[in-house]
């Protein structure tokens, strides 16, 4: 039985790789990849819990026989994320347009698409682990949150914890999950790039280059992340604390690069917003793209190319069997924000109350090196206030972070950067106590202001 | 090989995996026999070049092979080995005189230097050093050999008319590495291990300068935060030197590793052009180039080359831009991730572990000796790409020894490439440092890095003895705890294992060679083995000091409480360590809190429940310590 939503895509496919612009090179040969089009794409809206698809999407297959929908029995499909070894496809999809996304695998060449999440709420945006697990993100009371499951979809670990919505992106070959979120971390502000292990633990700002747009960055081969910034195409390299503009032809990106053999990055790309996006491919460095799919009445967005790639290494998780989690921070001087040297006497420890308000934890000394160590409640939105002497609040963190049942972190500072490697000294609170102080908000925690 | 393709190999060899595992263990029985030779038989005898020299017209390259004991004399032109020269035992560094005629090997091994006469290619003299022998330079004149030892932290003077060393200069711990400055007036050396310090301090290391023509010591360049610190060198005019070093991050709890949290790669600079040194990152926010071991800068002063041991490739510095970035930066900036995207101009990938790097006479080749594949890349220094590779012709079949050995030399397996075994193990030895590990608790169990010779019949592991034997050590923990990231198949463990089990003991230098003791050491042997104390009391069996310290390898593999544990270790109950080679390994105690021997009795063992010793005299404690450096 074909759907009408079936057809439609049809339709769409005659368009495929004819109306590509005249200021646009012809096209370059031909890969095996795929995509998503869309009569309509909000690519951000899911910051806000909403529909990126609001007319629905499907996946096409591009290869040198021509292209055919990936699932063609279902109404909606998008989101394509490809096995490393090229043989499997996951993607967010529905059966129905009253049904929720959820998300399916289908194996290359198999028709049959398996579902291997269920629920109420959509499940979007899905990726494979390395360790034979799936990341996406699930919906849950109107805010998307990342999980992980296994194959079959079960056993799912909720990966974020906060008062916003969160996406993943890309799995960086170093084994993390590079996800999307507002900035600062719990708000549905500006999107930025973030990491997290897929445990959970060690969430952080892939960058402190705060202020910008950063929005569907992917891992190239080279090991940059290239994204969609406000200033257009944009990178971060392993080499520099700060983004990098690329110099990419004039025109509005939407991120999500897939590279080609050829070196060539295939990527959504439209003239301006009054456009729709088509898929083009641009060689870094270039003074032009080259079309490469384009439709006049949807978008081309969400290229992946299907074949094996490199694995990622496994994150092997080291937490422990504790309820909550505990914090070192080296020393909160070591910042992007400015400190006169002694002024920090303590700091305050907030989680969100049901009504999500600032609870206060409690408070605990920062020694004179500017240590301090606390137990802390985990899987819930934290936020840190460093206080002075006379009570006075020097700085309160803007967003929130969270920590994973049993994990132990240490910080270098408060907001030091990634840029910035730790002093190697004894942090002079672990030479009072190596017990941390308790803000679990279990007992009346207190030592400082 | 890399992770990857090992990982796929694992996979596709699946079901024999358990058989390889049984079969680990026989091939372990073999390495863990006693070592008389270094290549055990049935193993491959592998070349691992270290250090090179070229002659006077740049024609030869006469390269240091650590493993087979000889230099082996390569004609550039061609890329052919024309000639091999035996040396002595495990040889580390090589030097020319002036006019290339004859060339000073140090075998670390021998304790000695091979004089070797370049016409001939011929070991024609042997001159005496001190423990450990490994830099060497000559003189301007030709008339005075300089020998760091390593082990005996010192350098030796040796008169080359008389073949005579005429004095020993104290240098820091672990000398190893020396320069001379253009002029040839001051030598600089370098240390793999840092001094000796108090408990839970930082490291600091020192670049010893030396004043030829007095003969001393004039200065010691403390380097802060500096643990092991490798090949020095000197711009063509002087004006800038620049020695390769490890930050280690031994201090903080090692709860992860991302942001250089074990170790910083880094160079100190010193020199006129940058007046006090400074010390400058090697590493990016996301990749790490761990172990900086050998240096070079070009003769027109516009590069610095530096090999990185265990990432498998060599830095490219632009100076002129680094000269910028050091007066820019506000000190210090070692911790800035980002800094070196101002001055690393390329990152050149050569073969497994890169250690000595030379530049031609002209500067437009350099030379890298890639101590685990036997061979040499040739790098263009114009287009910094590797141009050529020089097979030194050593065995082309990698065993399982040597594919331990690369894995435990490379960095590949920790998060971000940050760190590999050997970057606590220098050399395969220790670091002299004590680490805070993440699953003990922040600032409990404090550990001291131990020895890894002849391991076999010394497990369990782990100061608390909490791994029954070495591939428990070597997976899953390394791989949790230390790596964080996905790390060793089980055959990668295997072989790793393979090669940790076969590390002999190094020559004990405190053993007479006719195997007798001293008189000291006979004192300290009977008071070793002593029943009684000095009042005639009867010793408890269980605190005696043979009676932990037994069997071959001077433990009985248990775990006692000696009343050495401190407040912020969970249990006093520790592993009782073996002996031999004790003399090498300070500081000591589980948490390294004993700098010296000595420390172990005099400060840590008040109520003596580490051995009866308190009863002793100064003289009859030497006596005790005397015997136990015989071990």
Same mark, same amino acid.
């Given at each position: 039985?074909?759907?009408?939503?079936?057809?439609? !895509?049809?339709?769409?496919? &005659?368009?495929?790789?004819?109306?590509?612009?005249?200021?646009?090179?012809?096209?370059?040969?031909?890969?095996?990849?795929?995509?998503?089009?869309?009569?309509?794409?909000?690519?951000?809206?899911?910051?806000?819990?909403?529909?990126?698809?609001?007319?629905?999407?499907?996946?096409?297959?591009? *290869?040198?026989?021509?292209?055919?929908?990936?699932?063609?029995?279902?109404?909606?499909?998008?989101?394509?994320?490809?096995?490393?070894?090229?043989?499997?496809?996951?993607?967010?999809?529905?059966?129905?347009?009253?049904?929720?996304?959820?998300?399916?695998?289908?194996?290359?060449?198999?028709?049959?698409?398996?579902?291997?999440?269920?629920?109420?709420?959509?499940?979007?945006?899905?990726?494979?682990?390395?360790?034979?697990?799936?990341?996406?993100?699930?919906?849950?009371?109107?805010?998307?949150?990342?999980?992980?499951?296994?194959?079959?979809?079960?056993?799912?670990?909720?990966?974020?914890?906060?008062?916003?919505?969160?996406?993943?992106?890309?799995?960086?070959?170093?084994?993390?999950?590079?996800?999307? !979120?507002?900035?600062?971390?719990?708000? *549905?502000?500006?999107?930025?790039?973030?990491?997290?292990?897929?445990?959970?633990?060690?969430?952080?700002?892939?960058?402190?280059?705060?202020?910008?747009?950063?929005?569907?960055?992917?891992?190239?081969?080279?090991?940059?992340?290239?994204?969609?910034?406000?200033?257009?195409?944009?990178?971060?390299?392993?080499?520099?604390?700060?983004? &990098?503009?690329?110099?990419?032809?004039?025109?509005?990106?939407?991120?999500?690069?897939?590279?080609?053999?050829?070196?060539?990055?295939?990527?959504?790309?439209?003239?301006?917003?009054?456009?729709?996006?088509?898929?083009?491919?641009?060689?870094?460095?270039?003074? !032009?793209?080259?079309?490469?799919?384009?439709?006049?009445?949807?978008?081309?967005?969400?290229?992946?190319?299907?074949?094996?790639?490199?694995?990622?290494?496994?994150?092997?998780?080291?937490?422990?069997?504790?309820?909550? !989690? *505990?914090?070192?921070?080296?020393?909160?001087?070591?910042?992007?924000?400015?400190?006169?040297?002694?002024?920090?006497?303590?700091?305050?420890?907030?989680?969100?109350?049901?009504?999500?308000?600032?609870?206060?934890?409690?408070?605990?000394?920062?020694?004179?090196?500017?240590?301090?160590?606390?137990?802390?409640?985990?899987?819930?939105?934290?936020?840190?206030? &460093?206080?002075?002497?006379?009570?006075?609040?020097?700085?309160?963190?803007?967003?929130?972070?969270?920590?994973?049942?049993?994990?132990?972190?240490?910080?270098?500072?408060?907001?030091?950067?990634?840029?910035?490697?730790?002093?190697?000294?004894?942090?002079?609170? &672990?030479?009072?106590?190596?017990?941390?102080?308790?803000?679990?908000?279990?007992?009346?925690?207190?030592?400082?202001? | 090989?890399?992770?990857?393709?090992?990982?796929?190999?694992?996979?596709?060899?699946?079901?024999?995996?358990?058989?390889?595992?049984?079969?680990?263990?026989?091939?372990?029985?073999?390495?863990?026999?006693?070592?008389?030779?270094?290549?055990?038989?049935?193993?491959?005898?592998?070349?691992?070049?270290?250090?090179?020299?070229?002659?006077?017209?740049?024609?030869?390259?006469?390269?240091?092979?650590?493993?087979?004991?000889?230099?082996?004399?390569?004609?550039?032109?061609?890329?052919?080995?024309?000639?091999?020269?035996?040396?002595?035992?495990?040889?580390?560094?090589?030097?020319?005189?002036?006019?290339?005629?004859?060339?000073?090997?140090?075998?670390?091994?021998?304790?000695?230097?091979?004089?070797?006469?370049?016409?001939?290619?011929?070991?024609?003299?042997?001159?005496?050093?001190?423990?450990?022998?490994?830099?060497?330079?000559?003189?301007?004149?030709?008339?005075?050999?300089?020998?760091?030892?390593?082990?005996?932290?010192?350098?030796?003077?040796?008169?080359?008319?008389?073949?005579?060393?005429?004095?020993?200069?104290?240098?820091?711990?672990?000398?190893?590495?020396?320069?001379?400055?253009?002029?040839?007036?001051?030598?600089?050396?370098?240390?793999?291990?840092?001094?000796?310090?108090?408990?839970?301090?930082?490291?600091?290391?020192?670049?010893?300068?030396?004043?030829?023509?007095?003969?001393?010591?004039?200065?010691?360049?403390?380097?802060?935060?500096?643990?092991?610190?490798?090949?020095?060198?000197?711009?063509?005019?002087?004006?800038?030197?620049?020695?390769?070093?490890?930050?280690?991050?031994?201090?903080?709890?090692?709860?992860?590793?991302?942001?250089?949290?074990?170790?910083?790669?880094?160079?100190?600079?010193?020199?006129?052009?940058?007046?006090?040194?400074?010390?400058?990152?090697?590493?990016?926010?996301?990749?790490?180039?761990?172990?900086?071991?050998?240096?070079?800068?070009?003769?027109?002063?516009?590069?610095?080359?530096?090999?990185?041991?265990?990432?498998?490739?060599?830095?490219?510095?632009?100076?002129?831009?680094?000269?910028?970035?050091?007066?820019?930066?506000?000190?210090?900036?070692?911790?800035?991730?980002?800094?070196?995207?101002?001055?690393?101009?390329?990152?050149?990938?050569?073969?497994?572990?890169?250690? /000595?790097?030379?530049?031609?006479?002209?500067?437009?080749?350099?030379?890298?000796?890639?101590?685990?594949?036997?061979?040499?890349?040739?790098?263009?220094?114009?287009?910094?790409?590797?141009?050529?590779?020089?097979?030194?012709? /050593?065995?082309?079949?990698?065993?399982?020894?040597?594919?331990?050995?690369?894995? =435990? =030399?490379?960095?590949?397996?920790?998060?971000?490439?940050?760190?590999?075994?050997?970057?606590?193990?220098?050399?395969?030895?220790?670091?002299?440092?004590?680490?805070?590990?993440?699953?003990?608790?922040?600032?409990?169990?404090?550990?001291?890095?131990?020895?890894?010779?002849?391991?076999?019949?010394?497990?369990?592991?782990?100061?608390?003895?909490?791994?029954?034997?070495?591939?428990?050590?070597?997976?899953?923990?390394?791989?949790?705890? =230390?790596?964080?990231?996905?790390?060793?198949?089980?055959?990668?463990?295997?072989?790793?294992?393979?090669?940790?089990?076969?590390?002999?003991?190094?020559?004990?230098?405190?053993?007479?060679?006719?195997?007798?003791?001293?008189?000291?050491?006979?004192?300290?042997?009977?008071?070793?083995?002593?029943?009684?104390?000095?009042?005639?009391?009867?010793?408890?069996?269980?605190?005696?000091?043979?009676?932990?310290?037994?069997?071959?390898?001077?433990?009985?593999?248990?775990?006692?409480?000696?009343?050495?544990?401190?407040?912020?270790?969970?249990?006093?109950?520790?592993?009782?360590?073996?002996?031999?080679?004790?003399?090498?390994?300070?500081?000591?105690?589980?948490?390294?809190?004993?700098?010296?021997?000595?420390?172990?009795?005099?400060?840590?063992?008040?109520?003596?429940?580490?051995?009866?010793?308190?009863?002793?005299?100064?003289?009859?404690?030497?006596?005790?310590?005397?015997?136990?450096?015989?071990?």
């Amino acid at each position: 039985m074909i759907s009408s939503r079936h057809i439609a !895509a049809c339709v769409c496919l &005659l368009f495929v790789a004819r109306a590509v612009k005249s200021s646009v090179e012809s096209p370059p040969s031909p890969a095996s990849f795929l995509y998503t089009v869309a009569k309509s794409y909000e690519p951000l809206a899911w910051m806000h819990g909403g529909e990126r698809f609001p007319s629905g999407a499907t996946i096409l297959v591009h *290869n040198l026989r021509g292209e055919h929908a990936l699932s063609p029995e279902l109404f909606a499909t998008a989101d394509p994320g490809i096995s490393f070894d090229g043989e499997h496809v996951l993607f967010s999809g529905k059966r129905t347009p009253k049904d929720p996304w959820q998300i399916w695998e289908v194996s290359v060449g198999i028709d049959h698409a398996r579902q291997v999440t269920s629920g109420k709420e959509d499940c979007i945006r899905p990726l494979y682990l390395p360790d034979d697990r799936i990341v996406y993100a699930r919906k849950s009371d109107g805010r998307f949150r990342i999980e992980a499951a296994d194959l079959a979809g079960k056993n799912a670990l909720v990966l974020t914890y906060g008062p916003a919505n969160f996406l993943p992106s890309d799995i960086l070959r170093d084994g993390r999950i590079l996800f999307e !979120a507002g900035y600062p971390l719990g708000s *549905n502000a500006t999107p930025e790039i973030y990491t997290v292990y897929s445990d959970g633990s060690g969430v952080e700002s892939y960058r402190c280059d705060h202020g910008k747009t950063h929005h569907q960055g992917r891992q190239v081969s080279s090991g940059d992340i290239v994204f969609a910034s406000t200033s257009g195409l944009s990178r971060f390299t392993s080499a520099r604390a700060k983004e &990098l503009a690329l110099p990419a032809p004039p025109g509005e990106y939407a991120g999500d690069v897939a590279e080609l053999a050829s070196g060539e990055w295939l990527l959504p790309w439209r003239a301006d917003s009054q456009h729709i996006f088509q898929l083009v491919t641009w060689h870094p460095g270039s003074k !032009a793209v080259r079309g490469m799919v384009s439709s006049p009445d949807a978008n081309a967005t969400q290229p992946v190319v299907l074949g094996p790639r490199a694995l990622p290494n496994r994150h092997p998780s080291g937490l422990h069997e504790w309820p909550n !989690a *505990n914090l070192l921070c080296l020393n909160t001087y070591t910042s992007k924000h400015s400190f006169a040297a002694a002024s920090i006497d303590s700091m305050r420890l907030y989680a969100r109350d049901s009504s999500g308000n600032a609870k206060l934890l409690g408070s605990a000394p920062v020694e004179r090196d500017g240590s301090f160590f606390v137990h802390v409640p985990s899987e819930q939105a934290l936020q840190i206030e &460093l206080i002075d002497a006379s009570g006075q609040t020097l700085q309160r963190e803007s967003g929130f972070f969270w920590m994973r049942r049993g994990e132990q972190r240490v910080c270098v500072g408060c907001h030091a950067g990634p840029e910035t490697a730790p002093e190697n000294a004894v942090p002079q609170v &672990l030479l009072k106590s190596t017990t941390p102080a308790d803000l679990t908000g279990a007992q009346v925690a207190s030592g400082g202001n | 090989m890399r992770k990857g393709m090992a990982n796929s190999a694992a996979q596709r060899v699946g079901g024999i995996a358990v058989v390889s595992f049984f079969v680990s263990f026989f091939v372990l029985g073999i390495a863990a026999r006693p070592a008389a030779k270094r290549a055990a038989a049935g193993r491959e005898n592998y070349l691992s070049p270290i250090e090179m020299v070229l002659s006077l017209d740049g024609g030869l390259l006469y390269v240091v092979c650590e493993s087979s004991d000889e230099v082996r004399v390569v004609d550039t032109q061609s890329g052919k080995v024309v000639a091999t020269v035996p040396v002595g035992r495990v040889p580390r560094g090589i030097a020319a005189s002036s006019d290339g005629s004859v060339l000073y090997v140090t075998d670390s091994w021998s304790d000695n230097v091979s004089v070797i006469d370049a016409t001939k290619n011929k070991v024609v003299q042997t001159l005496p050093a001190g423990f450990e022998p490994t830099g060497v330079v000559v003189d301007q004149p030709g008339t005075t050999l300089y020998v760091a030892n390593r082990l005996s932290n010192d350098v030796s003077v040796i008169d080359l008319k008389t073949g005579r060393e005429i004095k020993r200069l104290l240098a820091g711990r672990g000398a190893s590495y020396l320069a001379s400055s253009p002029d040839g007036k001051w030598i600089y050396c370098t240390h793999i291990y840092p001094n000796p310090a108090a408990f839970r301090t930082p490291p600091v290391s020192e670049i010893t300068v030396i004043d030829v023509l007095r003969q001393i010591v004039v200065e010691r360049k403390l380097l802060h935060n500096v643990a092991g610190v490798f090949h020095v060198a000197v711009s063509p005019d002087g004006k800038l030197g620049a020695a390769a070093q490890l930050r280690p991050k031994n201090l903080v709890p090692l709860a992860h590793v991302e942001h250089g949290w074990v170790f910083g790669d880094s160079l100190t600079l010193f020199g006129q052009d940058v007046g006090e040194p400074v010390q400058i990152p090697i590493d990016e926010l996301d990749r790490y180039y761990a172990l900086p071991w050998g240096v070079a800068i070009t003769p027109d002063k516009s590069k610095i080359f530096l090999s990185a041991a265990g990432s498998e490739n060599v830095t490219v510095i632009d100076v002129a831009d680094l000269l910028r970035s050091v007066k820019a930066r506000p000190r210090p900036f070692v911790n800035d991730l980002s800094a070196s995207a101002d001055y690393v101009m390329a990152r050149i990938g050569v073969g497994h572990n890169p250690r /000595g790097i030379l530049l031609s006479h002209d500067g437009k080749r350099l030379y890298v000796a890639n101590r685990l594949d036997d061979n040499i890349s040739v790098i263009d220094t114009a287009s910094d790409k590797v141009v050529s590779t020089i097979d030194l012709g /050593g065995p082309k079949n990698i065993d399982a020894v040597r594919r331990g050995e690369r894995l =435990f =030399f490379t960095a590949d397996f920790a998060f971000q490439g940050q760190f590999g075994c050997s970057n606590c193990h220098i050399d395969a030895t220790i670091d002299g440092l004590q680490w805070d590990l993440e699953p003990d608790g922040f600032g409990r169990d404090i550990v001291d890095n131990r020895s890894l010779e002849n391991l076999a019949g010394t497990e369990p592991f782990k100061w608390n003895g909490g791994n029954p034997d070495m591939p428990t050590e070597c997976g899953p923990r390394t791989e949790k705890f =230390f790596f964080r990231s996905q790390s060793f198949t089980q055959q990668q463990v295997t072989d790793l294992v393979t090669f940790v089990y076969s590390l002999p003991y190094r020559p004990n230098r405190y053993r007479l060679p006719n195997g007798e003791l001293t008189p000291a050491q006979e004192r300290g042997k009977s008071i070793f083995e002593r029943t009684l104390a000095k009042n005639g009391t009867p010793i408890p069996e269980t605190n005696q000091c043979a009676y932990c310290h037994s069997g071959p390898k001077f433990t009985n593999q248990r775990q006692i409480d000696v009343g050495t544990g401190k407040p912020t270790d969970r249990s006093p109950v520790i592993d009782v360590p073996q002996l031999p080679d004790v003399a090498y390994s300070a500081p000591y105690l589980h948490d390294g809190s004993a700098r010296s021997l000595e420390e172990i009795w005099t400060v840590f063992n008040p109520k003596d429940t580490h051995g009866v010793t308190n009863d002793l005299t100064k003289d009859e404690l030497n006596d005790l310590i005397e015997y136990l450096k015989t071990l």
